[in-house]
């Protein structure tokens, strides 16, 4: 599962790997939790057909759906990381903990991480402003984080605002 949007996005949402529906059809985010991304995206007037470009940090659905571990994540990190170079996105997203744990070289979880904007730095110096947030999944497991993600969205969407003033 390589990524699907915009492959020159004004925003770029990096998760942690996809899950079974993924993995079926090919496509980052694309069952439950990829309506609800798109939903939150669409309210922000962003939409991965048009400005927004979703990947993964590993790529691939590990056995039993499992948490990647740690080597096979650090493994992808190049990866990712050219994704993003590529892209060259003005904005990333980290969704959930693990994403913004590999992007951010952070330590600390997505409750504490989520909300504060944080800089990516490419392996060509290119800072990027990166939002961490909460994964859709855990939205869908806790809705009442919900107001959160929003909170979390809207300061997305008036960097944008700034970027393009």
């Not at 993600?149 to 969407?157: G, S």
Request: aromatic residues 4%; positive net charge; proline residues 10%.
């Amino acid at each position: 599962v390589f990524a699907d949007g915009n492959p020159q996005p004004d925003v770029m949402l990096v998760g942690e790997a996809p899950g079974r529906d993924e993995d079926i059809e090919g496509l980052p985010f694309v069952g439950r939790s990829g309506r609800l991304l798109d939903a939150m995206l669409a309210a922000i007037g962003v939409s991965r057909k048009t400005n927004a470009y979703i990947a993964n940090v590993v790529p691939w659905r590990p056995p039993g759906n499992r948490t990647p571990t740690p080597l096979e994540t650090e493994i992808c990190r190049p990866f990712i990381e050219r994704q993003i170079e590529l892209a060259r996105p003005k904005i990333l997203v980290a969704l959930g903990g693990p994403s913004a744990k590999v992007l951010l070289h952070a330590n600390e979880g997505i409750l504490r991480l989520r909300g504060n904007w944080k800089v990516h730095r490419t392996a060509s110096g290119v800072e990027i402003p990166t939002m961490p947030t909460l994964h859709p999944a855990y939205l869908l497991r806790n809705p009442a984080h919900k107001k959160l993600a929003w909170r979390d969205l809207l300061e997305v969407a008036a960097r944008l605002d700034q970027m393009r003033a």
